[in-house]
């Protein structure tokens, strides 16, 4: 469903980029729009197919080579400090227990600040797409502005038995939201957007 042969040349991409590069990464876990996906509870470190960690040298990159075709989506990315996937494989006996720490999960977010997006309900997957909003500096006038989303989460089980979280740090246009998935190959994410679309809802 992610595209697993693009999503590890993905991975191996952000691998050499970062190895090209020898800045310091910022710590994300102080970030208001990063979510922890490690393993817990009912996942182990066994479960964990793919972890793919993408920040600012590859996403600069990404950003570049969008800019000459497509600027305004270049400027979305060059906003993100990392985009985040963690991939586990879940036995068929275990499928419910995970579907309930996926709306645990969600809960837990709820209770700090997130806020429900998207409704994942598309080939068969189940979960929910999360943002984070966080208020804006007043403009240099002193007007307020309004709260922007600084983080996406989402979490899904689909019907092969794959919990896929993803995390996307930084600041996002919340109407570009599809078009982010799609560049960073996040199926799911695409379509559940796509699917709100056709259904009426607003972005």
């Known amino acids: 469903m992610l595209g697993r042969r693009i999503v590890l040349a993905l991975a191996a991409a ?17 970030h208001p729009g990063f979510v922890d996906f ?3 509870g009912v996942l182990t470190e066994d479960d964990l197919e793919i ?35 963690h991939v586990y494989a879940v036995d068929e006996e275990r499928r419910e227990a995970v579907r309930q720490d996926i709306s645990r999960r969600a809960r837990d977010l ?3 600040g997130w806020t429900e997006a998207i409704a994942i309900r598309v080939r068969g997957a189940r979960g ?9 500096p007043p403009t240099p006038q002193g007007a307020p502005q309004a709260a922007r989303p600084v983080g ?3 979490m899904y089980l689909d019907d092969k038995g794959e919990a896929v979280f993803v995390n996307i740090v930084g600041e996002i246009d919340a109407a570009q939201i599809g078009r982010l998935a799609a560049k960073f190959n996040l199926d799911v994410l695409s ?13």
């Open 152 to 154: 996406l989460a989402a």
């Open 110 to 112: 709820g209770k700090s």
């Open 191 to 203: 379509e559940a957007v796509e699917e709100r679309r056709r259904s009426g809802d607003p972005e």
């Open 128 to 136: 929910s797409v999360l943002m984070r909003l966080q208020d804006a």
């Open 14 to 30: 952000a691998l050499v980029a970062a190895a090209g590069v020898g800045a310091q990464e910022d710590d994300l876990s102080r």
């Open 51 to 85: 972890r793919i960690s993408v920040k600012s040298p590859l996403i600069q990159l990404v950003a570049a080579a969008a800019r000459a075709g497509d600027p305004e989506l270049a400027d979305v990315v060059d906003k993100l400090k990392a985009v985040e996937v």
């Open 38 to 40: 490690n393993p817990r």
